[in-house]
């Protein structure tokens, strides 16, 4: 890995990553840089985690041979045209910009650059995050390693084709949002049948997370494990029929395919060549 390494942009995601990078000894702080407009979060995060703060993106750029390009999907041009001189074929440019194609970014740069486009997703925030990697054709071994390794240290990463992108955030970059809805129904469901509320989050938020380490751990197929726990005629096969005729599974199968659909409608926005004069990107969307 070439340190050190620059963040453009340190919000929460960004900080999550420079924080799970030291946690698990990647990096030393003084090996991090970022670029970051707002005062407070920059004096905040040069406290907490001994990061150091550099005055601007072109600066930055000068600086970290290995980049990422952590700001709102909005602001990718206006921050691209700042440093688009400063970005070489020596540098590797990590970009964490929700929907933002690789071909998108490279219009705005002054040259060829290795780049690798990651979708993370918020439990990152609590180094449980799962992150899929697209690299560009420039991207090298080493580089794919060096993303990988950025990633793993907040949870796990898997390697895609870009064109994947879409469904990765169909899935695992909206998947948090269905998730906690379901912990909610659950919950909800508790409280219905008369448990208390604080009771009904224990038990719904610790059931969720024992299955979902449960499969983890054991690596069998979801329905085996479902399965063994459905004696016939029980009650766990009254209430999974209950699903069924709710459409559960197909209902999760068409979120997927809906919010995959709309990450493509997104993209699909920037194909047309950037005009440099004004940020092509007028309305953001989060993933």
């Known amino acids: ?27 030393f702080p003084q090996e991090i840089l970022f670029s970051e407009p707002r005062l ?13 703060p550099v005055k601007d993106n072109p600066s930055l750029a ?14 990718v041009p ?32 002054t040259h060829p650059v290795r780049k690798i486009r990651v979708m993370p997703n918020t439990p990152a925030l609590i180094l449980q995050g799962a992150a899929a990697l697209a690299p560009s054709s420039e991207a090298t071994v080493d580089d794919l390693a060096t993303a990988r390794a950025i990633f793993d240290s907040v949870g796990k990463t898997v390697v895609v ?14 998947g948090p949002a269905y998730v906690f809805a379901f912990i909610e129904g659950l919950i909800s469901g508790g409280v219905k049948e008369g448990l208390s509320r604080d009771v009904a989050f224990a ?5 969720v997370l024992g299955s979902a380490a449960m499969i983890s751990s054991t690596a069998e197929h979801p329905a085996i494990l479902r399965d063994k726990v ?33 990450s493509r409608e997104l993209g699909q926005a920037l194909q047309t060549p950037p005009d440099h004069s004004s940020p092509p990107l007028s309305q953001g969307e989060k993933a």
């Open 40 to 52: 407070d979060q920059r004096e905040r995060l040069q406290v907490k985690l001994g990061v150091k």
């Open 62 to 75: 000068s600086r970290a041979p290995t980049l990422i390009l952590a700001v709102k999907p909005q602001s």
């Open 203 to 207: 038990l719904a938020v610790q059931t």
């Open 1 to 27: 890995m070439q340190k050190p390494v620059g963040f453009i942009g340190a919000g929460n995601m960004g900080e999550a990553l420079m924080a799970g990078m030291i946690k698990s000894g990647l990096l």
């Open 230 to 262: 459905s004696s016939p005629g029980g009650t766990t096969m009254a209430g999974l029929y209950a699903l069924e005729q709710g459409s559960f599974r197909a209902s999760l199968m068409t979120a997927v395919s809906a919010a995959t659909r709309r």
């Open 78 to 109: 206006e921050v691209l045209r700042e440093m688009a001189d400063q970005i070489t074929p020596s540098h590797l440019l990590i970009s964490i910009a929700a929907g933002v194609p690789l071909s998108y970014i490279q219009s705005y740069l």
């Open 161 to 174: 084709e870009e064109k994947l992108m879409d469904a990765v955030t169909g899935l695992s970059g909206s």
